[in-house]
């Protein structure tokens, strides 16, 4: 077996680097090296060839654990072994591990580099993990016309079939018959028919944990279509679904104490002569009539009908994940996923837990005042207005109104993409809240 080369975690206040190591300490000061967070130093050995690599973890509130990933999508392909200055081993090995992917579906790339995983890893938390957040982000990275409706269903029946996960669906007109009139209404232009499945796994008596994902495989807007810049990324508009399917393994694979279910409805939105109109009224599957302001609000559609019908049940935690709107993005970017609940213990778990866990959510104000933006004249509720504000905020309002039998929802409206590197997450479609969900699950809070 190849002998792992050390990968020596350095924080700028634990500079020169390598005690009672004078020589490599040269080497660090000749060329900059400081600790700075990202930065990648090799260390010759005596024959020339790399003994070793430094690492900057910065300093202060930059510094993270889990920023060893930036190492992994820096480094060429072999083991490494780490070392140095990382307060959660298993954090620390996590982060390299998620930096390490490569989506190659498509393309030759160079390997990857794997880790040697030391004391103090809980290695099957690490893969646990690690496999969830790959769940979602082959998913996401396939273009749409390799994973259209058809297609995730086929992924999503097979991710059932392997998790031991119990398959319900509702095809076509199906949904129709069993009541998923907004789903169906948003899908139907599609070549592919629209659907919603629905998955079930664990103890029938646990505590009930839905998770509802939001699976537009693509979004053209609809009549109301969008510009060129705005619809290049819309096959990441699925990316909720995809990261319900990884909170699904996470709790699978921990066998959790939970009975886990997991509602996915899948559409494109697409144009033809069947589409959708501005104007149109639909009475959604709890009875609410809804105006459609703006056919690309197609989201909050599929996921007002789910939502009311994962409800009936009233479990425990409601969860629903969506790349839901742009104004999200505007507040937050592209880190940083927006959560909605009105119950402070669960949100404030899934805070800390996201900020441990290199998972940042920010908890978002459901600020019913701003209620008046879902008015309509002639329906229970308009599906979007024009108003330029707080548009984040009215979406979470919207799906507000199909909830009202469960303990506790939570909202999360997340950006499924990212355009820069940042400590676990390299550019590309990525995951999100998995493992902020997954830790406060985990812990009790239900």
């Keep these: 077996m190849e002998k792992p080369v050390p990968l020596f975690c350095i924080s700028e206040s634990s500079c020169p680097p390598l005690k009672g190591n004078a020589k490599a300490n040269r080497w660090a000061v000749s060329n900059g090296f400081r600790g700075q967070k990202g930065r990648l130093l090799p260390v010759p050995g005596s024959d020339g060839a790399i003994a070793a690599w430094l690492f900057g973890v910065g300093k202060g509130s930059e510094a ?3 920023a060893t990933g930036l190492a992994a999508m820096a480094l060429p392909e072999g083991i490494y072994a780490l070392e140095g200055s990382f307060g959660n081993p298993t954090a620390a090995a996590l982060g390299f591990t998620l930096g390490a992917y490569r989506f190659s579906s498509y393309r030759k790339s160079a390997g990857s580099p794997q880790l040697a995983f030391g004391s103090g890893v809980d290695r099957s938390e690490v893969e646990r993990l690690m496999t969830s957040a790959f769940i979602a982000r082959d998913l996401i990275n396939l273009p749409a016309n390799e994973l259209g409706p058809d297609k995730l269903d086929t992924a999503i029946r097979k991710f059932a079939q392997s998790h031991r996960m119990k398959v319900t669906s509702f095809v076509g007109d199906e949904l129709l018959a069993h009541g998923f009139p ?5 899908g139907r232009a599609s070549a592919q028919a629209p659907r919603l499945l629905d998955l079930t796994w664990g103890n029938a008596n646990a505590p009930k944990v839905t998770v509802v994902g939001k699976g537009v495989t693509f979004d053209t807007g609809g009549l109301n279509v969008k510009s060129f810049d705005h619809m290049a990324f819309m096959k990441c508009d699925m990316a ?9 393994h996470a709790v699978v694979s921990a066998n959790l104490p939970v009975r886990l279910r997991v509602v996915i409805p899948v559409v494109e939105n697409a144009l033809s002569g069947s589409a959708f109109r501005p104007g149109d009224i639909i009475r959604a599957r709890n009875g609410i009539t809804v105006e459609v302001g ?5 989201g909050r559609l599929i996921l007002a009908d789910a939502l009311a019908y994962a409800d009936e049940e009233a479990p425990a935690t409601l969860i629903d994940l969506a790349t839901l709107t742009g104004a999200a993005g505007v507040a937050l970017g592209s880190d940083i996923a927006a959560l909605y609940c009105q119950d402070d213990e669960f949100a404030a778990s899934i805070c800390e837990q996201g900020m441990l866990w290199d998972d940042p959510v920010w908890r978002m104000p459901l600020w019913s005042d701003y209620e008046f933006m879902l008015s309509s004249e002639l329906a229970d509720y308009n599906n979007f207005r024009s108003e330029t504000f707080a548009g984040s905020i009215t979406a979470a309002l919207f799906l507000r109104k199909f909830v009202a039998k469960c303990g506790v929802w939570a909202h999360f409206d997340i950006p499924g993409w990212t355009e820069r590197q940042t400590n676990s997450r390299p550019v590309g479609g990525t995951d ?5 969900i997954y830790m406060a699950l985990r812990l009790g809070n239900l």
């Design 240 to 248: 909720g679904a995809a990261n319900a399917l990884g909170v699904a």
């Design 182 to 186: 907004l789903v169906h209404t948003v």
């Design 294 to 298: 703006f056919t690309d609000a197609e």
């Design 64 to 66: 993270c654990d889990m």
């Design 432 to 436: 999100h809240v998995i493992r902020a």
